[in-house]
Every structure is written in structure tokens, then in C-alpha cells.
């Protein structure tokens, strides 16, 4: 993944170990050219002090960066090493999600790392947790690390989608990236598939009709379609993985048994009321698979086009 060059890191002062931090020098690791900014938001109490005059309020703002900087190049320290370019950076935000986007979208990154948070159920429906908001708006490739190790030889799976046919270039684009990070960790590329059977009410009223048989033709036409694509793309049928059952249960079932170490995945970076009923799969799964997440969605996908 040469490509990626400058590296955007989110640090969490909270954390015992930072995990982006890590996973980008595992980037540095293979391409010294990598210049990775550690970035540490603090909320912005600007609109809180009413009672400051707007020279106190900027010389107030100025220490609190100044102690931030100071505690944020601590806890870089650690995991400085020779010929690595990381540079420490705070900024205010009173959302920590948007002033992510907005540190993407105002200066040339070409990747976001950041460690995974846990969030509930009622997350999901009442909250927009800081990981779903940037994979639905950032403008960049996302890393969504995980605590393990990064070794080489792992296992690489790609999630392909062949649900309709836009989905097609996204597939090819996920595997291109895969094929980047595969070329310089030595890794092996699986292919992994869903096919859910979501039967019509109606064909269970049809007089001697058998379920399984709708099932295994499901099942497949799945099968047919992503063994295609291997084909086309070199890569071997053993590598190949399907099972029936949703994206949510199959993915990260099979990322399991394979001993992922990195998931590609695109986002269809859905928003709203949509995105509560329908949801998205990468964020459906991003607490079940235990590995990377490298997810693009629709505005890194076009990038890519």
C-alpha cells in the first residue's frame, strides 16, 4: 500500500495502548516514505466562556494546546523509532466525529487510522458512535484497528457483494487494495460471501414446493457468482469461502475460521432513517470480527473508480 504516504492517527488519551498508533508504523515499517500526524481532539469551550473577553479566550485556548501537545508527545514517545515521521497535532472540536472529517477534508491525508470503540445495541438505534459517523463520511480509505498483532503471512479476507450489479466495481476495487496490502506482507487472499434465502411469503402456499430446494439454488447461483470472479482475478478456488445465512453472521463467522488478520469491506455509507432500518454491514460487524477493518465507502470507492 505505497500509496498511502500521509497518515492521519486518532489518539485516545484513555487508552493504555494505542493501536492506530501501532498499526501505522506497520505501514512506516514497510515504506519509510510514511509521515504519520497524531491527532488528538479537545473539546472546544469557546462558546462555554462567556465570561472571557476574546484575548483571554486565545490565550486561554494556547495553554490548554500547549498541555495537550506536552501529553500527547508522551504518549507518543513510547512508540517513536528511528526514521519515523510522526508529527503531534491538537485541535479543538465540539463533536469528535465531525472534527475528524473535518481534519480529513482540510488538509492531504490519504489514510485514517483509528482504534476500534465498543458500542451496545441502543447505540445502534439512538447514538451515532465516532466510528459509524466517519466510516459513513470520511472522505479517505479507514482503518478501523483492532488489538493483535500485524504480522506477515496473515490471512487477508475480502467481503464481496453481489447483491446488484453496481456492486461489481466495488468488488474489484476491494481487491486491488488487498492485493496492495498482500504484495508487501506476503499475506494470502481469501474471498468470503453471504447468501441470504429471504423467501417470499407466497412460494411457502405453493403446493409441493420444498424450501430447500429454493435454498440450495440460492445457495449456488452464490456459489457460480463468486467462483467467477476468483476466476477472473486469479485467485485459487480453495480460497474461495461461502455459507449461507445475513452478512452480520456469515462475515464474521468466517473471518473466525480463516484467522483474519485484515477484512476489506465497503460501506454503502448509509444515513438517517435509512441507515437505523436498513444499516450498514461493515458496521454491523465491526464488533464481531476480531482483526482490521479497511473499509471504503461510497466516497473513497468513487476516488478509486
Given amino acids: 500500500m ?24 506497520e505501514f512506516a515499517r514497510y515504506n519509510p516514505q510514511v509521515k504519520i500526524t497524531a491527532l ?20 486561554t485556548k494556547e495553554d490548554v494546546q500547549d498541555v495537550h501537545i506536552h501529553n500527547l508527545e508522551k504518549i507518543i514517545a513510547p512508540y517513536a523509532k528511528d526514521n519515523v ?6 485541535i479543538f472540536a465540539k463533536d469528535i466525529g465531525q472534527g475528524i472529517v473535518k481534519e480529513m477534508m482540510d488538509n492531504k491525508y490519504d489514510l485514517l487510522i483509528k482504534g476500534a470503540n465498543n458500542h ?41 457483494d453481489f447483491t446488484t450489479s453496481s456492486k461489481k466495481l ?8 488487498a492485493q496492495l496490502l498482500s504484495t508487501i506482507t506476503g499475506g494470502t487472499i ?17 403446493p409441493n414446493y420444498a424450501p430447500e430446494v429454493y435454498t440450495e439454488n440460492v445457495l449456488k447461483e452464490h456459489k457460480r457468482r463468486l467462483e467467477d470472479f476468483a476466476r477472473q482475478h486469479n485467485i485459487p478456488l480453495e480460497n474461495c469461502h461461502i455459507a449461507e445465512g445475513m452478512p452480520y453472521d456469515v462475515i464474521p463467522n468466517l473471518c473466525k475460521q480463516l484467522n483474519a488478520k485484515t477484512v ?15 444499516g450498514n454491514t461493515c458496521e454491523e460487524i465491526v464488533d464481531y470480527i476480531d482483526a482490521d477493518l479497511i473499509v471504503l465507502n461510497q466516497k473513497t470507492l468513487h476516488k478509486s473508480a
Avoid: C
Fill in 264 to 278: 476489506f469491506i465497503g460501506s454503502a455509507g448509509r444515513q438517517g432513517v435509512s441507515a437505523a432500518l436498513i
Fill in 40 to 59: 488528538r481532539l479537545v473539546y472546544d469551550f469557546s462558546y462555554d466562556l462567556h465570561i472571557l473577553n476574546k484575548n483571554k479566550e486565545s490565550k
Fill in 120 to 160: 451496545g445495541i441502543l447505540d445502534s438505534i439512538i447514538f451515532t458512535p465516532i466510528d459509524w459517523y466517519v466510516l459513513r463520511n470520511s472522505p479517505l480509505p479507514v482503518i478501523i484497528a483492532k488489538e493483535h498483532s500485524w504480522s506477515d503471512g496473515g490471512n487477508i479476507v475480502v467481503a464481496l
Fill in 85 to 90: 515521521n510522526i508529527e503531534p497535532k491538537v
Fill in 190 to 206: 481469501h474471498l468470503v460471501n453471504s447468501a441470504p434465502v429471504l423467501m417470499p411469503t407466497i412460494m411457502l402456499e405453493v
Fill in 170 to 177: 466495488t468488488n474489484i476495487i476491494l481487491l486491488r487494495e
Fill in 2 to 25: 505505497k500509496k498511502y504516504i500521509n497518515l492521519l492517527v486518532v489518539i485516545e488519551p484513555k487508552r493504555e495502548r494505542q493501536v492506530a498508533l501501532s498499526r501505522a508504523i
